[in-house]
């Protein structure tokens, strides 16, 4: 199976490692998350494409999935699972996304959370017949709390750029924040996690409050991409 890696200047061998596995290997500019994905697609020759990033990794069972997957789909969601501090949370498990899919038919937009035109939050989507495969897609986002406030604050930055600063909006938004926050914690079961899952709960629930804040005051938080 071909492998392209896409690369936006790393420091931590990605490159070296890739090529000595046989990767190809291009060397790009950081021009935003849906800039990136879209560039990559164009260098595709295959007609299937399975889309990852460089902390997410298949578990066995979604590895011999995708390996026994019929062709008669256009495309495959694959269960996502989100680490925070090497532990798998139950509020970011088996998130629904598209990522193994016929490469002419696929369509990469963006999503951001508070709404707006921010370019990130990026989501594939293709027309039906679509299917599920067994597995997971584990993500290895947050291996510390500085690593996870580091995107954190990067990803509600760039959002914020991406917004009409609204008092009455971030003033809802703040006020919506304790039901989500508790929607979290029981519907979603980050209650069951302890302390780390109300950390992230709590964080969650504030997300879309804290885009609308900075979207007020536009020189709040670094909007430095951490190092990846």
Not at 22 to 46: C, K, M, N, S
Not at 65 to 91: K, Q
Request: net charge positive; with cysteine; hydrophobic share 40%.
């Amino acid at each position: 199976m071909p492998i392209l890696v896409i690369d936006h200047g790393s420091s931590d061998r990605t490159r070296e490692i890739a090529r000595e596995r046989g990767a190809e290997v291009i060397d790009r500019p950081f021009e935003g998350f849906v800039a990136a994905r879209r560039f990559a697609l164009t260098q595709v020759r295959t007609q299937w494409t399975l889309m990852i990033d460089a902390d997410e990794a298949l578990d066995d069972v979604l590895r011999d999935s995708i390996a026994g997957a019929r062709d008669d789909v256009n495309g495959y969601f694959v269960l996502r699972t989100t680490f925070y501090r090497g532990r798998a949370l139950r509020m970011w498990r088996d998130e629904p996304l598209l990522r193994l899919f016929r490469t002419k038919d696929v369509r990469i937009e963006s999503f951001p959370s508070a709404g707006g035109s921010a370019q990130l939050h990026e989501r594939c989507t293709c027309e039906p017949p679509l299917g599920t495969l067994a597995g997971s897609l584990l993500h290895y986002s947050y291996p510390t709390h500085a690593a996870y406030s580091a995107k954190y604050d990067f990803y509600t930055s760039i959002e914020a750029r991406g917004l009409q600063p609204s008092r009455a909006r971030a003033a809802q938004e703040l006020a919506g924040a304790i039901p989500r926050f508790f929607w979290y914690l029981f519907a979603r079961g980050a209650l069951a996690d302890g302390i780390s899952g109300a950390r992230i709960a709590w964080h969650s629930a504030l997300y879309p409050a804290m885009v609308r804040m900075k979207a007020l005051h536009p020189s709040t938080g670094s909007g430095q991409a951490p190092k990846w």
